[in-house]
């Protein structure tokens, strides 16, 4: 199958805005969040990530999986999700109605209790589904203001919460109280997006499929992150950097070359194989030897278990 839209995710640092997480999807942004974060938390090998996305990534599920994860979301809010949003005066939103999360109650703006039966209802709309409770008041049938507060003319006004409600109040209070952090999102992360697509042309994909796509953006965001670094310490300051690099790639756990090797030698005798065998085990001897000192072999060494697996069958 061939995929036909690509979504080019990218997190940068607001330090060095170099790019920390990639990678090319094919959903939209609103169940992208929590991936590219963590990307870009292990990346950073951080504890302590504030993450600002803009509304095209608000969503209950995703923010919350973001904050259980430790990280300090700041996502700019969607449209009021607001079951009465067309019969529904500004004054009357739901941002002012109160929560009280010891009662599990609202109070709405002329002081009535809603409650709820504390029944889950499901939702689910274009881009996810979730889990919510309503929540409403028999006081509405004589409220003066009931004209400004619902459309409804068969009912009373009706407060829906998200399961994911208290994630999303916390990304709102945190927004609140970092109005001029989040104000920098746009100069962090765009500009990565106008160099990439408007100044070296990239504004389609030259190659298909998902994986491949995702081969073609990781190299392009290299070389971004390449030019980024070489502007920043100079072409002499990355090589010194280079030099003493060590890189740090997940040991590998070697198989002694008598368990790989012997078995081969051995059945390649019994199958009169020696000439061309015994170049491969050269081969393989100085792919040891090198694994043994440098930890960038790791796949080499992959390739001897598996052919040791593969001669042993
Ligand atoms: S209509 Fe109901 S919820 Fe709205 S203000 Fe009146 S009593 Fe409160």
Aim: glycine share 6%.
């Amino acid at each position: 199958m061939v995929e036909v839209s690509y979504n080019v995710q990218a997190a940068v640092d607001d330090k060095h805005n170099l790019v920390v997480g990639t990678h090319v999807i094919n959903r939209n942004d609103r169940n992208a969040l929590h991936e590219i974060a963590l990307e870009a938390k292990e990346g950073l090998d951080s504890e302590d990530l504030t993450v600002l996305a803009d509304k095209g990534y608000h969503n209950g599920r995703e923010i919350q999986q973001c904050q259980q994860d430790g990280m300090q979301t700041i996502v700019a809010p969607n449209e009021i999700v607001n079951s009465n949003k067309h019969g529904t005066t500004e004054d009357y939103l739901v941002t002012r109605f109160i929560y009280h999360p010891d009662t599990d109650t609202y109070t709405c703006p002329q002081g009535k209790t809603l409650t709820t039966t504390g029944k889950w209802h499901n939702k689910t709309r274009q881009w996810d589904s979730h889990l919510f409770k309503k929540y409403r008041t028999p006081d509405c049938k004589d409220c003066p203001v009931k004209q400004l507060c619902t459309g409804r003319k068969d009912g009373g006004r009706e407060i829906e919460r998200s399961e994911y409600a208290d994630a999303v109040e916390t990304n709102l209070k945190n927004l609140q109280e970092n109005k001029p952090l989040y104000k920098r999102r746009q100069m962090i992360i765009e500009h990565i997006f106008g160099t990439v697509k408007r100044k070296w042309g990239f504004n389609y994909t030259d190659l298909r499929g998902l994986e491949k796509v995702n081969g073609e953006f990781a190299l392009i965001m290299t070389v971004y992150n390449l030019k980024r670094t070489i502007n920043i310490l100079g072409m002499t300051g990355l090589m010194e950097k280079l030099r003493k690099w060590i890189p740090d790639y997940k040991k590998v756990s070697l198989p002694s070359k008598s368990t790989v090797l012997k078995p081969l030698k051995d059945l390649c005798k019994e199958f009169g194989l020696d000439r061309p065998v015994l170049k491969l085990i050269s081969v393989l001897n100085r792919i040891q030897g090198l694994s043994d000192t440098n930890r960038l072999y790791g796949s080499e060494t992959g390739f001897l278990q598996k052919s040791r697996l593969f001669f042993t069958a």
